[in-house]
């Protein structure tokens, strides 16, 4: 069996698509031995401008090849990220047009990577396998309507091209993974498509984590840390500063990642005019669970958008590994997900600020092992069975996820 995998990002890329990729292609090519091979086709590093690491152009890992292609530097803005998947397309056509696979594998949040590898099992007749990461055309549609002039004239002519882009795209699949069981009413019209619902998971760095001997609950200054992506997406600046502001020097914001609105955030910092602020630079993944050990509380956000209200963000696996309290400020599916899978969080909804402060100064301050979570969510063990299902999805067999032996619970 020969596979193309298709992801815009992985290893050594620090973000979730290379999180969850590259395990998953690493089990793949356990599962498949000597019976099959696979050909990744991904971008050198270029999630984060201030955090660059190095890989080869072309790499061979046993059954596996790597191909690298290097993209334009981009900001995370969409003007930006346009032209660097313009790069990546083009690229990706050159490395496989001499090539036969059995299955096209595309892996994306952005849609340009499952609408590339639609294109290239269109053109070589070959089975679709999509892993639908969020949903981009409800989320862009939906932040340029907030917007007036040229972002509301953008929207009028993106829409239409978005939508037949998606039916070309998702009415080919033979199957398609949603990491968010909250997508599941946005691809009913796809129904060609057989479905499952691995979503991410718990990575093995972050399974050893454990309390410092210092006791957090005696500490004069308590830490809120956030790590990952700054984007319009998380929408910090909507309320970090403003909480900073209101919860006084009791509390210390830590901050770490990178992203389009990091500006946004910066000058939201210095608008409230609050230094209880602290912005790091992105860190390597052993550096980010130190900061988790030393932390107080984790901190999650996303943007007050009905689109939000789909998506199951990858940072609550991590965060859930811990044994830290959460401060989620998220709405439909992922506050759904947080009441039945994470206790011990301090749930409110997106932009709160006076929710969240109240949570915070009326509970009492405590940790508490999700045991159950971190044996049910391990990375490991929902790659293992995806894998599974990309080689059932190959062989043309019946949905793996309709198997009523499966435990469904990790889907």
Known sequence: MKILYMTFYFEPDLCAGSFRNTPLVAELARQLGD????????????????????APD????????????????????LTDQIRSFITYYRAAHRLVKDASYDVVVASSSRLFTAFLGARLARKNGTRLFLDIRDLFRETILEMLSNRSGFGLLMRT?????????????????????????????????????????????????????????????????????????????????KIIPQAARALGDTYRFVVIGDGGARQKLDAAIREEGVTTVELRPPVSRSALVDAYEQADYLFVHLNDLDAFKRVLPSKL??????????????????????????????????????ALVEQLRTTPYRTLARTQFRAQFQRQTIMEAMARQICHSALGSAAFVDRPELDRTIL
């Open 157 to 237: 002519g993106l829409k239409p091209v978005l939508w037949a882009v998606e039916k070309y795209t998702f009415g080919y699949a033979t199957h398609i993974n949603l990491v968010s069981e909250g997508f599941r009413p946005y691809f009913s019209r796809f129904s060609q498509a057989t479905y499952s619902y691995f979503t991410n998971g718990i990575d093995n760095e972050f399974l050893p984590l454990h309390p410092l001997n210092q006791s957090h609950d005696e500490k004069s200054v308590k830490t809120i840390l956030y790590a990952g992506n700054i984007g319009e997406g998380q929408g910090l600046h």
């Open 35 to 54: 019976n099959g091979s696979i050909h990744v086709v991904t971008t050198h590093p270029n999630r984060y401008q201030s955090f660059r690491q190095t």
């Open 58 to 77: 072309r790499e061979v890992r046993g059954n596996v090849l790597i191909d690298r292609i290097a993209v334009p530097a981009h900001a995370s803005g």
């Open 317 to 354: 696996f991590e965060y859930g590994a811990t044994d830290k309290p959460i401060m989620a400020g998220v709405a439909g599916y992922a506050a759904q997900f947080v009441r039945e899978h994470l206790p011990n969080t301090l749930l409110f909804a997106p932009g709160d600020v006076s």
